[in-house]
Antibody, heavy 122, light 106 residues
Framework: QVQLQESGPGLVKPSETLSLTCAVS?????????WGWIRQPPGKGLEWIGS???????YYNPSLKSRVTISVDTSKNQFSLKLSSVTAADTAVYYC???????????????WGQGTLVTVSS | QSALTQPASVSGSPGQSITISCTGA?????????VSWYQQHPGKAPKLMIY???KRPSGVSNRFSGSKSGNTASLTISGLQAEDEADYYC??????FGGGTKLTVL
C-alpha cells in the first residue's frame, strides 16, 4: 500500500522560506510516476503547486513558479517543496500526492498524504 | 490559467442522481482527456473518484461516473447516499482546479 507523509514546520514567518518534505513508503519513487504538491487555504479550494519526476524533471504552476522549488531524493524515497518569500496568503494545508505515470501536468492521482497545516505569521 | 467553473452547491435526496458540471476552456478541458474528480470530506484529504474523464480507480463505487462534452466535464452520482455528502473538485491538464461544489444529501 502506497503511503505519503508530509513533514515540516507548522509556522513560518513572513518573507521566509516554507520547506516541506513528503516521505513515500510502499513504492519506490525511482520506479516512476510524477509526484506533486497541492495546497488548500483554510475554507477554500485546492491549488496545484507542481510536480517532479524521479529524474528531476519538474512542472510548476505558472502563478507560483517564481517562488517554488520541488526536488527529489531517491535515496531517501522522498521529495520536497520550498516556497520562498511567503506571506499570509500562503497559509494553507499542504498535501503531497502521487501524480500521473507519464504526464507532468496531469491532475494529481490516487495516493495523497494526510496534509499538514502551515501558518505564515510573525 | 483560469480556474475551472463548478456550481457552488448541488443537492439531492437519497436514491436520486445528481450531476456536477466543470467548465473550462479549449486549452485545458477541451483539449485533453485528463479531467479528474475528487471527493473531500471535512478535515480529510481529497480522494480520487474519477480520472481521465471517465475511469474509476479500484475501490470506487460504480455509482460515480464521469463524462465530457467540449469544454465541459461532468460527474454524475447515482443512487445518492448520505455518505456522498462532501465537497467535490474537478481538475484538468496543467493542474487547473475547479472552485469546488458542496453536495448536500437532503
Amino acid at each position: 500500500q502506497v503511503q505519503l507523509q508530509e513533514s515540516g514546520p507548522g509556522l513560518v514567518k513572513p518573507s521566509e522560506t516554507l520547506s516541506l518534505t513528503c516521505a513515500v513508503s510502499g513504492y519506490s519513487i525511482s520506479s516512476g510516476y510524477y509526484w506533486g504538491w497541492i495546497r488548500q487555504p483554510p475554507g477554500k479550494g485546492l491549488e496545484w503547486i507542481g510536480s517532479i519526476y524521479h529524474s528531476g524533471s519538474t512542472y510548476y504552476n505558472p502563478s507560483l513558479k517564481s517562488r517554488v522549488t520541488i526536488s527529489v531524493d531517491t535515496s531517501k524515497n522522498q521529495f520536497s517543496l520550498k516556497l520562498s518569500s511567503v506571506t499570509a496568503a500562503d497559509t494553507a494545508v499542504y498535501y503531497c500526492a502521487r501524480g500521473n505515470p507519464d504526464i507532468a501536468a496531469a491532475p494529481p492521482g490516487d495516493y495523497w498524504g494526510q496534509g499538514t497545516l502551515v501558518t505564515v505569521s510573525s | 490559467q483560469s480556474a475551472l467553473t463548478q456550481p457552488a452547491s448541488v443537492s439531492g435526496s437519497p436514491g436520486q442522481s445528481i450531476t456536477i458540471s466543470c467548465t473550462g476552456a479549449s486549452s485545458d478541458v477541451g483539449s485533453y482527456n485528463l479531467v479528474s474528480w475528487y471527493q473531500q470530506h471535512p478535515g480529510k484529504a481529497p480522494k480520487l473518484m474519477i480520472y481521465e474523464v471517465s475511469k474509476r480507480p479500484s475501490g470506487v463505487s460504480n455509482r460515480f461516473s464521469g463524462s465530457k462534452s467540449g469544454n465541459t466535464a461532468s460527474l454524475t452520482i447515482s443512487g445518492l447516499q448520505a455518505e456522498d455528502e462532501a465537497d467535490y473538485y474537478c481538475c484538468s491538464y496543467a493542474g487547473v482546479f475547479g472552485g469546488g461544489t458542496k453536495l448536500t444529501v437532503l
